[in-house]
């Protein structure tokens, strides 16, 4: 297993890794801006009222982005298991 074999793995991890996660992450950001301009606006400071949007949303992600995200996890898995012996010998 060369230098260069190991890095390609890891590259690609990070970015599945990445890319698993964006939307997750970029719903919580999208909704977070949200409340807080909405507790701007009103002056509430209520921690839940910042909390629950963002679960629900994230809820919300999960079912509808769920599917493609352990079919794109599941594919590189298998890819990386069927590469094993190619990258042993």
Request: overall charge negative.
């Amino acid at each position: 297993m060369t230098p260069e074999t190991v890095l390609t793995l890891g590259h690609q991890a990070l970015l599945l890794a990445l890319s698993l996660a964006a939307p997750l992450l970029l719903t919580s950001l999208a909704v977070g801006v949200l409340v807080g301009l909405f507790q701007a606006a009103t002056q509430i400071n209520e921690m839940t009222l910042s909390f629950i949007p963002k679960l629900m949303a994230m809820a919300a992600v999960v079912v509808i982005a769920g599917p493609w995200m352990l079919q794109t996890l599941s594919e590189y898995t298998r890819r990386l298991f069927e590469s094993i012996p190619g990258l042993i010998g």
